[in-house]
């Protein structure tokens, strides 16, 4: 079947240090790959996506490749901020699946000013 | 732009009980579906809808009812509450394949 796995977490970094949260897939097909973002008391919002192999997905500072001969969608960023201290969710659609998405665990950040 | 609401924000259940968590979207998405998210387990889908009047099982949909009479409405229901239904419930709707979720709604089960 379809899964999505991360890394254990939680994670606590100081501010403008660097950031890896690593992300790997099993898929039957194609998938499109996306982390989204769910800060404290709110719901999950698109961090970034990759639709195909090699893409790679940006926003907030934030990165993703899509790595097909690894399977992997790990995010990354360069500098990160007390802001960024959140629960970040890797996940996995395939293509003509509609819109169901199947999600890993969620890893839980922690910036420490 | 309301976006995806989500109502009650909180709510607390006796065993048995029944309710209804409200959602609606103002997006005209077609597809709409729940998730409940548990510590260590991620967000699990329960139930999905692809337009008005077509409804889907996800991966644990034992204990819960949709129905979608509108583009606008995704009712999720509870018919006897338990208590492995303690969690939080997001509501989501979807355009291109990209998901916009409510603000979550806490359960307890007591």
């Known amino acids: 079947g379809n899964s999505v796995t991360q890394m254990e977490g939680p994670v606590t970094l100081s501010e403008e240090a660097f950031l890896t949260i690593n992300c790997t897939y099993t898929a039957t097909g194609y998938p499109s790959l996306f982390w989204y973002v769910q800060y404290p008391g709110e719901g999950l919002q698109l961090l970034l996506k990759?639709?195909?192999?090699?893409d790679k997905g940006s926003n907030k500072g934030f990165e993703a490749t899509y790595r097909k001969e690894t399977t992997s969608f790990h995010l990354e960023k360069g500098s990160v901020q007390v802001s960024d201290s959140a629960v970040y969710f890797c996940a996995l659609r395939l293509t003509g699946a509609n819109s169901k998405l199947t999600f890993g665990k969620g890893i839980t950040l922690s910036v420490r000013p | 732009n309301a976006g995806v609401t989500q109502t009650p924000k909180f709510q607390v259940l006796k065993t048995g009980q029944s309710m209804t968590l409200q959602c609606a979207q103002d997006m005209n998405h077609e597809y709409m579906s729940w998730y409940r998210q548990d510590p260590g387990m991620g967000l699990r889908l329960i139930h999905y809808s692809v337009g008005a009047g077509i409804t889907d099982q996800g991966e644990v949909p034992n204990g819960y009812n949709v129905s979608r009479s509108t583009t606008e409405d995704f009712p999720l229901r509870l018919l006897s509450a338990a208590p492995s239904q303690t969690s939080v419930y997001f509501c989501a709707s979807s355009w291109a394949g990209e998901l916009f979720f409510g603000e979550g709604s806490r359960l307890t089960v007591l």
């Open positions: 990759a639709t195909k192999a090699d």
